[in-house]
């Protein structure tokens, strides 16, 4: 089941601008994480933020969590070209029997120009 | 270095031969699992691994099997592939459920003619 969607599908900007993807979830999460993926590779985990949380800082990258209104953005500032990738969200969510599942977003696809 | 390594990287194989994908990973994860990526659908869940012989499925089972024997390996077992089948596919691992990010491996790009 597909649970968070991120928006917009796909985002164009200038090196040096700021860069917000957002997403929105429907059920209630453990905690909600950001991902990037190059092109054809693997993913990397940027950052987790925790259902008791609202903002969190990781370098150039900010999150915030509204519970409340189920849904969440990623914010990279002074963006470089090198972060050019699509970012996935994905959402930690109790799935029953003490087990947990995290659940996709279909991505937005971020272009910086040089 | 941490990580989780799948092999092969890339497949190309006939419909109805068995193949298997591996995945191991060197950083005592207990939580293991398989996605594929399709475009237009992102990543869906295949199965996941809460520890050594715990397995359940995810949202995509059909079609696929996993073992955990060991805590270190997670395969991806496909009986009799079919070209629905031909997708890229993602091992990943995770400390602890629940709490921490996951680490993905580098992909396997499977081909079924």
């Known amino acids: 089941s597909q649970q968070g969607e991120e928006d917009p599908q796909a985002l164009s900007i200038q090196e040096g601008e700021n860069a917000t993807m957002n997403c929105s979830y429907k059920?209630?999460?453990?905690?909600l994480q950001w991902y990037r993926q190059n092109s054809g590779r693997g993913l990397v985990h940027l950052i987790l933020?925790?259902?008791?949380?609202r903002e969190k800082h990781s370098g150039r990258l900010r999150v915030t969590l509204d519970t409340s209104k189920k849904s969440s953005s990623l914010l990279i500032t002074a963006s470089r070209a090198a972060d050019t990738a699509s970012y996935f969200c994905?959402?930690?969510?109790?799935?029953?029997?003490?087990?947990?599942?995290?659940?996709f977003g279909k991505g937005t696809k971020l272009s910086v120009i040089p | 270095e941490a990580q989780v390594t799948q092999n092969p990287r890339y497949l190309i194989t006939v419909t109805g031969k068995k193949l298997t994908v591996t995945c191991s990973q060197n950083?005592?994860?207990?939580?293991m699992s398989w996605y594929r990526q399709d475009p237009g659908l992102g990543l869906r869940q295949i199965y996941y691994?809460?520890?050594?012989?715990?397995?359940d499925k995810g949202d995509v089972p059909e079609g696929y099997k996993v073992s955990r024997k060991e805590k270190r390996n997670f395969p991806l077992i496909l009986e009799s592939p079919s070209p629905n089948q031909t997708s890229l596919y993602f091992c990943?691992?995770?400390?602890?459920?629940?709490?921490?990010?996951?680490?993905f491996g580098s992909g396997t790009r499977l081909t079924v003619v």
């Open positions: 933020i925790r259902s008791n949380e």
């Open positions: 990943a691992s995770s400390l602890r459920l629940g709490a921490t990010g996951y680490t």
């Open positions: 994905a959402t930690d969510a109790f799935a029953g029997a003490g087990s947990y599942q995290l659940t």
């Open positions: 691994s809460m520890n050594v012989e715990v397995t």
């Open positions: 950083m005592n994860h207990e939580y």
């Open positions: 059920t209630s999460i453990n905690n």
